[in-house]
Nanobody
C-alpha cells in the first residue's frame, strides 16, 4: 500500500481554479501510475483522471476533460491536479492513490475497493 496525503482543497467561486497536491513521505511516486478520485457525500468514490508511471500518459473522465490537468513533479515527489473552470458540481472530497495502471477500468476498479489505502482527502467546495 502506498500511503499518500492530499492537500490544496479550498472554497472557491464558480469559474475559479485550484491546484491539489498529492505527496508521499516513504514512497517514490514516480514508480507508480497515479490517480485522482472524488467522492460526493453519500456516494461511491469515482476516478476522474490518472497518469502512467512510464511515459506520463494520461486519461480523463468526460466530466473533467478540458478543465482538469494531472501532472507530476518527480523532484518534489508530488502529483498535482490543476483544476480550472470549477463548477458547483465539482464540490467533493478529492483523493489521490497509486493505481495498477492508467486505464479507465483500472481507475474504476481502484475507486470501488475500500480495502485500498486512502489518504485523508482534501475538500473542494465551489460556490455559485
Amino acid at each position: 500500500q502506498v500511503e499518500v496525503m492530499e492537500s490544496g482543497g479550498d472554497l472557491v467561486q464558480a469559474g475559479g481554479s485550484l491546484r491539489l497536491s498529492c505527496t508521499a513521505s516513504r514512497t517514490t511516486l514516480s514508480d507508480y501510475a497515479m490517480g485522482w478520485f472524488r467522492q460526493y457525500p453519500g456516494k461511491q468514490r469515482e476516478g476522474i483522471t490518472c497518469i502512467s508511471d512510464s511515459d506520463d500518459n494520461t486519461y480523463y473522465e468526460d466530466s473533467v476533460s478540458g478543465r482538469f490537468t494531472i501532472s507530476r513533479d518527480n523532484h518534489k515527489n508530488t502529483v498535482y491536479l490543476q483544476m480550472s473552470s470549477l463548477q458547483p458540481e465539482d464540490t467533493a472530497m478529492y483523493y489521490c492513490a497509486a493505481i495498477a495502471g492508467c486505464e479507465r477500468w483500472l481507475l474504476a476498479r481502484h475507486a470501488r475497493d475500500d480495502l485500498n489505502f486512502w489518504g485523508p482527502g482534501t475538500q473542494v467546495t465551489v460556490v455559485p
